[in-house]
């Protein structure tokens, strides 16, 4: 058994030095060279990942997309002509001479409406929307003529609903009864 | 055998010593390994280098294909909402109670002996219709026919509605007769009221009740 040939100091030195080097050159090539080309590696893989699998996604959502147009094709004309009923500009402008008019085509004069109020509906898809509650006073009404002219009205105005309904009879007029009417009226912001 | 002198020794002895120098050892293995390194590290770039080639195309294809799919998911996303409004502006539209079809019932029942005063109508959110009908009616026996009226009431209502319930709520004779046929007779004034639900919007509890006397 051969014993290793003893170093000298500067021997010892010089080994030291080259275990040192060694040690930098692994630390640079680790930190400068190949730690960063591995780093931008994966992130180049990961976002590859992600745009295949969008690219696949997008196929789906197109189809999907297009399929949606097909079937909501009747969805979307009931819309707009819900949207239709409501006439640009204030609400308070628009619909009480509205009202006023088809009562009055209805034989049924001297109406008065006022707005109650108005609110959000409760419906969270229906955000786009507004109630809002009518006071209508029909003074001089023939009971007859106003159980047709309300069926015209739930026929003629499918967003509004009546909610409380009143009718008196009027110990001066006996032709005539005073009706007081509550309606909800549900109507596009714009 | 010839005595041979090395004169050289030194020179000997200490090109040995350059010959194992560590650090000249330890340059040339720190060379070698780096050469690998570097051959490693070409590797690994070359293969880095066609992957960001590979995803510039994707990145390219996906450029063309990005403006059209957020158009197609903001479109489904307005028509999907759409969708949903619609549906729900058609569960308000369907669901409305009438009142035309009552004032139709109330008036069918009211006799010739019946005075209609009062009609005061109430829907509440949970869809309970409330009816309070106020008159008189007269007869020779005023208060039968004000129960006929009722019961009438009753009858008819309850063809149409659910959950229908009609009361008295008062029933008084009055002291001045009126003329009927040309003939006085006494009046009695009522008070009546009316409960109604729209068919369909029965409470779960009379739904099972009717569903169970249907198959009955």
């Known amino acids: 058994m051969s014993a290793l040939p003893k170093l000298s100091k500067e021997q010892i030195q010089k080994v030291i030095l080259s275990g ?28 590859m990942a992600d745009l295949q699998n969008k ?14 147009e ?34 009055g085509e209805q034989k049924i004069d001297k109406a008065v409406v006022r707005l109650d109020r108005n609110a959000d509906l409760k419906e969270p898809e229906l955000s786009d929307w507004t109630r809002y509650s009518w006071l209508i006073t029909l003074p001089e009404a023939d009971f007859a003529a106003f159980g047709k002219a ?18 008196h009879a009027q110990p001066d007029q006996l032709q005539f009864q005073q009706v007081d009417l509550v309606a909800a009226n549900i109507v596009k912001k714009k | 055998m010839a005595l041979q002198i090395n004169l050289l020794h030194e020179e000997f002895t200490q090109e040995r010593q350059r010959k194992r120098d560590p650090l000249k050892l330890g340059m040339m293995a720190l060379g070698a390994v780096g050469g690998v390194m570097l051959l490693f590290y070409g590797g690994k770039a070359y293969q880095t280098l066609s992957l960001k080639n590979r995803l510039s195309g994707v990145e390219q294809e996906w450029a063309k294909v990005e403006p059209q799919v957020t158009k197609a998911q903001k479109r489904a996303q307005e028509l999907q909402g759409i969708i949903t409004a619609s549906n729900v502006l058609d569960q308000l539209v369907e669901n409305r109670f009438f009142w035309a079809p009552v004032l139709q019932t109330v008036a069918g029942c009211v006799a010739p002996n019946i005075q209609l005063t009062n009609f005061d109508g109430t829907l509440s959110e949970d869809k309970l219709v409330r009816i309070a009908l106020e008159g008189t009616a007269a007869g020779t026996e005023p208060r039968a026919a004000a129960e006929e009226f009722r019961q009438l009431l009753s009858e008819k209502v309850g063809e149409g509605y659910s959950q229908v319930d009609v009361q008295f709520k008062s029933l008084e004779d009055l002291d001045a007769p009126v003329m009927l046929a040309e003939t006085s007779v006494p ?13 369909g919007e029965e409470t779960p509890a009379t739904k099972a009740q009717n569903e169970a006397s249907e198959k009955k």
């Open chain 1, 55 to 68: 690219l696949r996604n997008s196929k789906t959502e197109l189809r999907r997309a297009s399929s949606l």
């Open chain 1, 150 to 167: 309300i069926a015209a009205l739930e026929n003629a105005e499918p967003l509004l609903w009546i909610e409380r309904l009143t009718i």
């Open chain 1, 20 to 47: 040192m080097g060694f040690c930098l050159l692994i630390y640079i090539y680790f930190t400068f060279f190949l730690g960063p080309l591995n780093r931008s590696r994966t992130a180049m893989e990961r976002r």
């Open chain 1, 70 to 103: 097909v079937t909501a094709g009747d969805a979307t004309s009931r819309y707009a002509a819900m949207e239709g009923l409501t006439p640009e500009g204030a609400p308070i402008a628009w619909f009480p001479p509205r009202i006023k008019t088809f009562f």
């Open chain 2, 187 to 199: 009046v009695a004034r009522y008070s009546i009221l009316i409960s109604l639900r729209p068919r």
